[in-house]
């Protein structure tokens, strides 16, 4: 149980498109997911908090016109990237919980998103 | 504000043989929990164990038990019997009142054969 799909794993696009990832609970409802950003060889930094129906919470420092946020169901979260340029090239990584807040938050496999 | 710590940016262990990872922490919040997660070179990151700060035993996942240390501030991970699939990455998280998770830099260790 609590299995979380995200899609796609990997993305290499020119600079200027827009990227949508998507993170799916498939076995359960989640009502929170987590976005997370990974540099090489560099820890998870969360990004922002996806409630459904709601809009996200962001983290300070993340541009949220530039990672857009859309939690439209129990089961599914999507990051946006727009515009994307180099330097937004890195993991992405998203999670979700089960259950009650101080559950483990179950991850993804993450997207491997290159801008050339 | 929280703070999770690894100092130990890599570690080797021989094959069959125990290693600790270590993890200290600093928070305010007298209510928190403490997450280890294995990440392997593919990049998913596994969840392996939880410790509760109200929790009075330490806990323990198959061959995976977690040192926990109130006073100290310390949850360390120990990994007993290590076979050659535990080289990855170790993450210890810290979450507190805000729900969120912190993540620490990472271990990566090395399982020799």
């Known amino acids: ?116 | 504000a929280q703070k999770i710590t690894q100092t130990q940016p890599g570690m080797f262990v021989q094959e069959k043989e125990a290693v600790t990872l270590d993890c200290t922490y600093d928070t305010s919040d007298p209510s928190y929990g403490l997450f280890w997660y294995k990440q392997p070179s593919s990049g998913e990151m596994i969840f392996l164990i939880y410790q509760g700060s109200y929790d009075q035993q330490n806990a323990t996942e198959g061959r995976y038990s977690l040192n926990f240390q109130k006073a100290r501030k310390s949850a360390n991970l120990v990994i007993s019997a290590s076979q050659l699939g535990d080289s990855a990455m170790y993450f210890c998280a810290l979450m507190d009142s805000s729900y969120k998770l912190i993540f620490g830099s990472g271990t990566r260790l090395l399982v020799r054969p």
């Open chain 1, 1 to 116: 149980g609590a299995v979380v799909s995200q899609h796609p794993s990997r993305v290499i696009c020119k600079s200027g498109t827009s990227v949508k990832i998507e993170c799916r609970s498939l076995d359960f409802q989640a009502t929170t997911m987590f976005w997370y950003r990974q540099f090489p060889k560099q820890s998870l930094m969360l990004m922002a908090t996806s409630n459904e129906g709601s809009k996200a919470t962001y983290e300070q420092g993340v541009e949220k016109d530039k990672f857009l946020i859309n939690h439209a169901s129990l089961t599914l979260s999507t990051l946006t990237v727009t515009s994307a340029h180099p330097e937004d090239s890195s993991f992405y990584i998203c999670s979700a919980r089960v259950g009650s807040p101080n559950q483990p938050q179950h991850f993804g496999d993450g997207t491997r998103l290159s801008i050339l």
